[in-house]
T-cell receptor
Framework: EPEVTQTPSHQVTQMGQEVILRCVPI?????FYWYRQILGQKVEFLVS????????KSEIFDDQFSVERPDGSNFTLKIRSTKLEDSAMYFC????????????FGEGSWLTVV | KNEVEQSPQNLTAQEGEFITINCSYS?????LHWLQQHPGGGIVSLFM???GKKKHGRLIATINIQEKHSSLHITASHPRDSAVYIC?????????????FGEGTQLTVNP
């Protein structure tokens, strides 16, 4: 069974530090996503990425956030200057198409900002 | 009001019981997903529906587009089914693929 892999599984960082979360989507997938889940809350969409550019982003995804696909396999989420409220589980996901395909999630990266 | 509402929020069952989790949504959708979130946090896709009914093992998912309602059923429930079950929709109005999630239903199946 193909899978989306994420690293690190858990990271603790000081407020104001930069964080990079890494994801390896499934190899033949074309759409890539980042979602986040603050503890005790529902999952929220951050950003979708297709054809090497952002296709959609939420109001959460402000200038502190960026995504890139540097080498054709990794898909990264960077938070430039972390805030306490960025503490959450961050999920990477991928699928082959927009609406007609199963979406595959990674196991998540738990970010704690102190 | 949330675009996606799930009920119940919490559900406790005895092993072997038939379980139903409901999801109602308020927008037109292209697809609806049922997801399972394990205690460790990982999310697994169970079903993607745009009409009718799907079955996989002991799991059955149905959707009624006109009524904007979907149900997830688990037959012969087992303690290993204990997890959070999440309904997520892909609204028609979005140009991309942003899923909108429900709050989830915490299911506990006791032996």
């Amino acid at each position: 069974e193909p899978e989306v892999t994420q690293t690190p599984s858990h990271q603790v960082t000081q407020m104001g530090q930069e964080v990079i979360l890494r994801c390896v989507p499934i190899s033949n997938h074309l759409y890539f996503y980042w979602y986040r889940q603050i503890l005790g809350q529902k999952v929220e969409f951050l950003v979708s990425f297709y054809n090497n550019e952002i296709s959609e982003k939420s109001e959460i995804f402000d200038d502190q956030f960026s995504v890139e696909r540097p080498d054709g396999s990794n898909f990264t989420l960077k938070i430039r200057s972390t805030k306490l409220e960025d503490s959450a589980m961050y999920f990477c996901a991928s699928n082959q198409g927009r609406s007609g395909n199963t979406i595959y999630f990674g196991e998540g990266s738990w970010l704690t900002v102190v | 009001k949330n675009e996606v509402e799930q009920s119940p929020q919490n559900l406790t069952a005895q092993e072997g019981e038939f379980i139903t989790i409901n999801c109602s949504y308020s927008v037109g959708i292209s697809a609806l997903h049922w997801l399972q979130q394990h205690p460790g946090g990982g999310i697994v896709s169970l079903f993607m529906l745009s009409s009718g009914k799907k079955k996989h093992g002991r799991l059955i998912a149905t959707i009624n587009i006109q009524e904007k309602h979907s149900s997830l059923h688990i037959t012969a429930s087992h303690p290993r089914d204990s997890a959070v079950y999440i309904c997520a929709v892909l609204p028609e109005e979005t140009s991309g693929s942003r899923l909108t999630f429900g709050e989830g239903t915490q299911l506990t199946v006791n032996p």
